[in-house]
Nanobody
Framework: QAQLVESGGGWVQAGGSLRLSCATS????????MGWYRQAPGKQRELVAG???????KYTDSVKGRFTISRDHAKNTLYLLMNSLKPEDTAVYYC??????????WGQGTQVTVSS
């Protein structure tokens, strides 16, 4: 079972920033398509940020211009920098490592709470 270890969630006031991290093994990091999802109470899990097949970042419309996804190959770590946070960004954020259509690993989730 691959291990994805997330950190960086917490409480912040609207307009603030947080940076999420997701550390994993070198093997998983190199062979997977990685991304960040979130799930708010009563809502379905949604893709927040990831990479295209060409390696370009992609974002859901609601976070474009505010969130930045990046990866550090030397540290086998995926990041999500979240700026100008809004109360509607409140959710549990999950790191995903998709190896194939039938194999995908998930982190344990980290809570992000944005107060107005």
């Amino acid at each position: 079972q691959a291990q994805l270890v997330e950190s960086g969630g917490g409480w912040v006031q609207a307009g603030g920033s947080l940076r999420l991290s997701c550390a994993t093994s070198g093997t998983i990091f190199s062979i997977s398509s990685m991304g960040w999802y979130r799930q708010a109470p009563g809502k379905q899990r949604e893709l927040v940020a990831g990479f295209t097949s060409r390696g370009s970042p992609k974002y859901t419309d609601s976070v474009k211009g505010r969130f930045t996804i990046s990866r550090d190959h030397a540290k086998n770590t995926l990041y999500l920098l979240m700026n100008s946070l809004k109360p509607e960004d409140t959710a549990v954020y999950y790191c995903s490592a998709k190896v194939s259509e039938t194999l995908e690993y998930w982190g344990q989730g980290t809570q992000v709470t944005v107060s107005s």
